[in-house]
């Protein structure tokens, strides 16, 4: 049963992400539940990682901009669809390897609700890491109307079945 182990008789624990040898290349992973972005999400965020850019949080200023009110952190949103992806996708990764191709393709507001999901491109055994693979997703960040806000692409070491960290902490 994907997403559990079983620990004991009748008796489940959740167990999130993928091993390496679950991944299919074409495969595609709509992930829930979105995030409705509100007005402290992005100035919390934005002031928090010091962008200075009034854009993110001077309604004044931004009602002058093209998009006549302020706009969503972009960082914030890269943060918040990366972790959208985790639970269907890293949960179980030894590492993240790099992004590649981000890509901003429309503006995000405060009241929209994002999704995300993500398409198997690639995947091959590690040469020099034994009982390890390389996997290449390509993510796009949704909004509520279906329109793309955001994509990328992403390189993750995972472990193969019976080699995650996981797998090694009893009660875990």
Do not use: C
């Not at 992973?29 to 949080?57: C, K, Q, V």
């Not at 901009?65 to 949103?77: A, C, D, H, I, R």
């Not at 020099?128 to 796009?140: K, L």
Request: without cysteine; proline residues 4%.
């Amino acid at each position: 049963m994907y997403g559990m182990k079983e620990v004991g008789p009748q008796r489940y624990r959740e167990s999130l992400g993928r091993y390496f040898e679950d991944f299919q290349i074409g495969d595609v992973y709509e992930h829930r539940p979105g995030r409705t972005i509100t007005e402290a999400d992005n100035s919390w965020f934005t002031l928090l990682t010091m962008n200075t850019h009034p854009l993110h949080f001077d309604a004044e200023y931004a009602k002058h901009s093209e998009f006549g009110k302020p706009l969503v952190n972009s960082t914030f949103t890269l943060a918040v669809v990366t972790g959208m992806t985790v639970s269907d996708t890293s949960q179980k990764a030894i590492a993240n390897l790099g992004w590649d191709g981000i890509k901003l393709t429309g503006p995000v507001f405060v009241g929209d609700t994002i999704y995300a999901e993500s398409e198997v491109l690639d995947k091959r055994e590690s040469k020099s890491r034994p009982n390890q693979g390389i996997v290449i997703i390509s993510t796009r960040g949704l909004k509520q109307d279906g329109s793309e806000f955001m994509s990328f692409t992403r390189n993750m070491l995972m472990p193969m079945r019976g080699h995650s960290v996981e797998d090694k902490v009893e009660n875990y």
